[in-house]
């Protein structure tokens, strides 16, 4: 037999209704677990959700080059990335604030590149024993065109993982989390 302890929790945000319902779960276990919380957002230049086409054909783009050709429009990219940034942090730093308050250790990361695999490289170096993640729960041509985070995750992550529903509450009741705590460590055959 083997005992899992959780010891380390990582929650993955966005502005998302499925996030704010994945970081109250998260919350609810680091508290009942008396574990750090890991408040993560990647970065992702590539995302939908990432800044928006800021120039045209028009404005010295060149598509075989894919970057902007003009100072004026990379200086204006660079103001733009660098407000998206601070957003970011400025939600990740009221997130751990949120945790704080309630009495759990909790710091942010906010790391760039791909969601999944940036996330997945977070829990393998930050030593994490549990990710709790949202579920957008895209299908059909959406998952094939956008991907799944979660699915991704499910797949490569080095540590448990707790995929949050975007149909469901999201929230883990008092009882449960009582629950959890007394069987904080569990037995695998």
């Known amino acids: 037999m083997v005992s899992i302890p959780f010891h380390t929790i990582l929650v993955a945000i966005d502005e998302s209704n499925v996030s704010e319902r994945a970081f109250a779960a998260a919350k609810e276990l680091a508290k009942a677990l008396g574990t750090k919380l890991i408040v993560v957002h990647v970065l992702d230049s590539h995302s939908s959700r990432s800044l928006q086409p800021l120039y ?23 103001r733009e990335w660098t407000n998206f940034v601070s957003y970011y942090e400025s939600l990740l730093k009221q997130k751990v604030d949120e945790a704080t308050v309630e009495g759990i250790e909790a710091e942010f990361l906010q790391p760039n590149g791909a969601a999944g695999s940036a996330l997945c490289e977070v829990a393998k170096t930050a030593n994490v024993s549990l990710m709790v993640i949202g579920s957008h729960q895209r299908r059909g041509m959406a998952e094939i065109m956008l991907g ?22 999201g929230e883990v009741s008092e009882a449960k989390a009582n629950e959890i705590a007394a069987n904080r460590t569990a037995a695998v055959v």
């Open 56 to 78: 045209s054909d028009s404005d010295g783009y060149s598509e075989s080059e894919n970057i902007p050709t003009d100072q004026s429009i990379r200086e204006k990219y660079e």
């Open 148 to 169: 799944s985070t979660s699915n991704y995750i499910t797949h490569y992550a080095p540590c448990s993982v707790m995929v949050v529903s975007a149909n469901g509450t």
